[in-house]
């Protein structure tokens, strides 16, 4: 059985798998420019973020009405489901469609369905996060945040994705806008930019949690402020992998960063595009840096305590986690 896991970094987008990109396009009457599937999966070999970012926003072309982000919300839910995951915090690049022409309503919508079904169908809590993208000027980040907060469905909180490049500042006033509204706050940062980045991140746009954060380790005095605040770090280990930011999965700096204290979640990013969703994440991280039951179980807690769910639903989610350790001991 998967371990029980709370997923607090997965881009919806990123879990558009290449056969549903088939679908969706013949489904659309978008012209593809890979010869088939297999031809597109032979360009998942990244040689960075860019590279990557690249394909991603290309492959959403496919994506145009409220039922294809219904469907590929629905994709996601039943692979989650299957990965252990009792909890989501799923992020949405809103903005990659509404600058295609895509109306937030059809985008917001079609995901907000599909997650309230899951909740009655699988019992899998959820909540969505609107992920603004840092390579396009913080007005847009607000208009996009405001058109968001106008159409009627359960958000969470806000967040900051895209190219690491530049400064957060310009993205302020949407956090300012989020925070006013109740929403919680997080953001990429540390990933390919700088340990100065999460603490941009953490001081300019009040980031109650920081994705990635794995650059923090280039500066001691910012591991020991995020160790401090129990400030956490949805990491990924696969996607670092792929997209080259650390050289391979047995010098993953997970034990680093836990013995000083640092509050690690694990966490699978773009599950379609890095080679794995959550509960590949743990087997692999598991496997290359020798991970027992009781780490494993442990980082199963951390990502329920850094979830923005009731003490109510925490203490569930927790309850799955001591079953699941139990029943191995007994095993
Ligand atoms: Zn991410």
Do not use: K
């Not at 706050?185 to 390919?192: N, S």
């Amino acid at each position: 059985m998967a371990i029980p896991t709370a997923e607090l970094h997965v881009h919806l987008e990123g879990t558009l798998e290449p056969e549903l990109i088939y679908q969706l396009a013949e489904r659309n009457r978008v012209e593809l420019p890979w010869a088939g599937i297999e031809d597109l999966r032979t360009r998942y070999d990244f040689t960075g973020l860019q590279h990557f970012l690249d394909l991603y926003y290309a492959n959403m072309a496919v994506l145009r009405t409220e039922e294809d982000f219904a469907d590929l919300t629905r994709a996601y839910l039943a692979r989650a489901v299957r990965a252990g995951v009792r909890h989501t915090e799923l992020f949405l690049d809103l903005q990659a469609h509404t600058g295609r022409g895509v109306p937030a309503e059809v985008v917001l919508r079609g995901v907000d369905d599909a997650l309230g079904a899951s909740e009655a169908e699988y019992g899998v809590s959820s909540g969505l996060i609107i992920t603004l993208l840092r390579h396009l000027p913080g007005e847009a980040a607000t208009e996009a945040l405001r058109e968001a907060l106008e159409v009627d469905v359960r958000l969470l909180g806000v967040g900051l994705c895209s190219a690491e490049t530049g400064s957060a500042r310009p993205f302020r006033e949407a956090f300012e806008l989020a925070a006013a509204h109740g929403l919680h706050r997080v953001a990429h940062a540390g990933e390919e930019g700088p340990a100065a980045n999460v603490t941009e991140v953490l001081d300019v746009l009040g980031a109650e949690r920081v994705d990635h954060g794995i650059r923090a380790l280039e500066d001691d005095a910012v591991v020991e402020r995020l160790a401090a605040g129990r400030v956490p770090l949805t990491m990924c280990p696969l996607s670092n992998v792929r997209l080259q930011v650390v050289g391979s999965l047995d010098a993953y700096p997970l034990r680093e960063l836990t013995d000083r204290g640092v509050l690690v979640t694990l966490n699978s990013d773009d599950p379609a595009y890095f080679g794995g969703y959550v509960d590949d994440v743990y087997r692999e991280t598991a496997a290359a840096l020798g991970l027992g039951t009781q780490e494993l179980a442990a980082l199963a807690r951390n990502s329920m305590e850094a979830s923005f769910v009731s003490e109510v639903r925490r203490a569930e989610l927790v309850a799955e986690v001591d079953a699941w350790e139990a029943g191995l001991r007994e095993a």
